[in-house]
Each structure stands twice: as C-alpha cells, then as structure tokens.
C-alpha cells in the first residue's frame, strides 16, 4: 500500500481509531483482525473513509466486510485507492478475460489434472506438516505484494474457512535475547519449498524447477509504514536461515513459526458469498482452507493484490533476488 490516499494526505502511524460517519470498525480478535461496516465497496469512497480503512488494515492486520456487490472492475477500482495493483502475466484457467489484476481461484478447478494429480493430493503434498501451508501471497519474490484484498463469488456451506496470523504481534512476543538474535538473521525464501514429489515422474516438480523464483529476506523485516518488526517467516516459502547449518536452520525455524502461528496471534474468518477480506501481506500469513476435498461444494474466490516494496532488516539492509525475480515484474 501507499501511504498516501488522493488527497496527498499520509496516514504513518495512525492507530485504528479514525472515524467516519456511519462507519464502525469492530475488532473481532484481541491481536488481529476487525470487521468494517457501514461501507458499499462498489460506491465512491472518499477520503475519510478510505483513511479509516487505511488505518484499520495497519493497526489491526487483516480487516473484514460483508454483504459486498463488487464485480471485477469495482473490486480492482476498490484495490487501487489503497495503492497500485499488479498487474499478472499469468494466471489460473478460471481468471477472468480483460482484467489482468484479477486472480480468480477455484478451488476444484485449480490444477485440473493438469499434473497428473487431483486437488486434495496437490495440498497434501505441499502441507505435508502442521506448519507448511502458512504463507504471506508471493514470499519468495523480491517485492512481495504490500496487500491483498480477497473476495468470496460461491463458498460451500461448511469448511472453506481462512486464518491469518499478525507477525508483529509474534515478534513482540518473542524474550528480548531472541529477539536480539533473530534482529540480524537472513533467510532464503523459494517457490516450491517442502514439496514432496510423487515416485517417478513428476510433472509439478519439473514445473517448479523450470520457474525457480528465490530471494534472501530479512528474517525481522521493518514494516515501511508503522515502523513495527515483523517477524518474516513463512511454511510455505521459507528454505532456510542463511549462514547457519541446515540442522541448526530447521529446528530455528520450527521455533518461530511455532511462534508466529501461536493462536492468541490468529484470527479465523468464515466467508460468506459477498464477504471481502482485506489484509496487510507485509505484516501478515495466512492459512488457507485444506478441508474442501471433504465438502462437495465449489469455492470461487477473487484476489487483487497491491504492489510491494523490497524489504528492509533492522539493519537497513535490503533483500536480494538470488534467482526469477525481479521488482515489478510480473
């Protein structure tokens, strides 16, 4: 996100509790997450009321609201208040033709046989472990996408439910030695990580490895608007704790996701048709639903994402691509 709304006005360091006539924003967990109401998403905002939900999105991580009539252009319309949307060069089959910012996912069309697996063995194979599928959207690129802003078309009528987790409040969370030690590490952040492959040929693992996207991260990342440290790790993207032994990497990683996914960290939404989640990717991960292969039920989800900076350790230092990436190429 930027930190400035049309006006030119910046919003560093605001706290959550501006106000809007008829707009009220309700925390929903004690560390994390708020729903907005009294907001049309597809009507014109103006300033004051895009600043509140600026500042709401910082202070609270991931903010909610429902009952929304957006269709693609006011969803992207939306997006673009708070910053510039990315623009992909590739996206899924189910993506809609003439708005590129758009990312549709549906959850029982998403790989399609494509790579000789169904759905339910595609995940299993990417969260082979209570921590694996936790991950902020496109960690291992160079300029991670500031936000995104999530929105449910069709949800089964059970199960489908998401959780975030707020990495600031974890880092906070850890003793002051830690927090000493982690402030200078760097780790390596790939596309693919964890995988595990399927005996023989293996059509997805050749995929990931014809598109290898890795970059070196902060392991604490200062967030660029409020200041905060954040604790930057990941299940999804995160290989290794750079200049350390592979031993000494896992079980150090383990620990801290460990933290970061502690549940007074987390809040858990249930979509509704018409429910938007708007949520700060910087500061944030989250776990996406792995119990829809037990319900018959579609899930048709619609995602913008808003360009990202190149993270900055404690140290001031900036992360650096190691292999596909680049800033603000798509």
Known sequence: MTTTDDSGEGF????GTGSAEGVEVKPVAGLIGAEITGVDLAGPLDDVVVAVIRAAVLRWKVVFFRGQRLDHAAHIAFARRFGEPVTLGKRGS??????PQVETTADRLELGGRYGMDHAEWLERRRHTLLRGWHCDHGARIDPPAATVLRAETVP?????????NLA????GLSEPVRDFVDGLRAEHRLGVGYQPRPGDDAYLRHLLDRQVASGH????????TGERVLFVNGYYLEQIQGVSRAESRLLLEMLLEQATRPEYTVRFRWEPGSVAFWDNRATIHLAP????RVDHPRVMHRVMLTGDIPVGVDGRPS???VGTEPGRW
């Open 12 to 15: 560093g360091g605001v706290d």
């Open 94 to 99: 189910a993506s809609p033709e003439g708005f």
């Open 157 to 165: 009528p059970y199960g489908g439910d998401t959780t975030w987790s």
């Open 169 to 172: 409040a974890a880092y906070a």
């Open 218 to 225: 902060p392991l604490v990342r200062v967030h660029p608007e």
């Open 290 to 293: 792995n119990d829809l292969a």
């Open 320 to 322: 650096e691509a190691i």
